[in-house]
Antibody
Framework: EVQLVESGGGLVQPGRSLRLSCAAS????????MHWVRQAPGKGLEWVSG????????GYADSVKGRFTISRDNAKNSLYLQMNSLRAEDTALYYC????????????????WGQGTLVTVSS | QSALTQPASVSGSPGQSITISCTGT?????????VSWYQQHPGKAPKLMIY???NRPSGVSNRFSGSKSGNTASLTISGLQAEDEADYYC???????????FGTGTKVTVL
């Protein structure tokens, strides 16, 4: 059974940093791209970042480019999102999602999602 | 990149069929066969229902079907059931700087 478990969310002041983690199990982690997708309270879904199977290709939404860094450790079956210079508009539930293929940029969708970790940016 | 346009709400009675539209541009929905649909129940994570316009993942009911015409994709739910009441989001590959764009979301109500 595929499982994705996010952690690391919490309340943080504007301008500070936070690191999210996603522990994956139930599939061959290093065969697939991984993504972060967020959902602001009461709002829709927004793709944040994606990383290909071997970290060779990475992409970000314009809204987080230059502030967020995605990474993965295939030996630990883990995905990460380092979030710096956080803003109030980054407040959201952050989902870890498994890509259907090995490249993040093929547009082939997300077939498994974690339950999310909540990030609240407020003073 | 602007979100794809979906109706805010769609409703139907049990047993009926409903269709949710997802309108984009030639740079996303119209240009690629990479449209996906996700179901999200309140307080739950999204679930993939359709990928690559019309393909159903294993385990998804055949009451769910997808199609595309020009810049508009559609999700049809036939034989509507109470458990289908949820929010539905479309997503497409896009040629913009970020590869994915989501729709605005549609709340499906079973009357």
């Amino acid at each position: 059974e595929v499982q994705l478990v996010e952690s690391g969310g919490g309340l943080v002041q504007p301008g500070r940093s936070l690191r999210l983690s996603c522990a994956a199990s139930g599939f061959t982690f290093d065969d697939y791209a991984m993504h972060w997708v967020r959902q602001a309270p009461g709002k829709g879904l927004e793709w944040v970042s994606g990383i290909s199977w071997n970290s060779g290709s990475i992409g970000y939404a314009d809204s987080v480019k230059g502030r967020f860094t995605i990474s993965r450790d295939n030996a630990k079956n883990s995905l990460y999102l380092q979030m710096n210079s956080l803003r109030a508009e980054d407040t959201a539930l952050y989902y870890c999602a498994k890509g259907r293929g090995y490249s993040y940029g093929y547009g082939d969708g997300f077939d498994y999602w974690g339950q999310g970790t909540l990030v609240t940016v407020s003073s | 990149q602007s979100a794809l346009t979906q109706p805010a709400s769609v409703s139907g009675s049990p047993g009926q069929s409903i269709t949710i539209s997802c309108t984009g541009t030639s740079s996303d929905v119209g240009g690629y066969n990479y449209v996906s649909w996700y179901q999200q129940h309140p307080g739950k994570a999204p679930k993939l229902m359709i990928y690559e316009v019309s393909n159903r993942p294993s385990g998804v009911s055949n009451r769910f079907s997808g199609s595309k015409s020009g810049n508009t994709a559609s999700l049809t739910i036939s034989g509507l059931q109470a458990e289908d009441e949820a929010d539905y989001y479309c997503s497409s590959y896009t040629s913009s700087s970020a590869p994915y764009v989501f729709g605005t979301g549609t709340k499906v109500t079973v009357l």
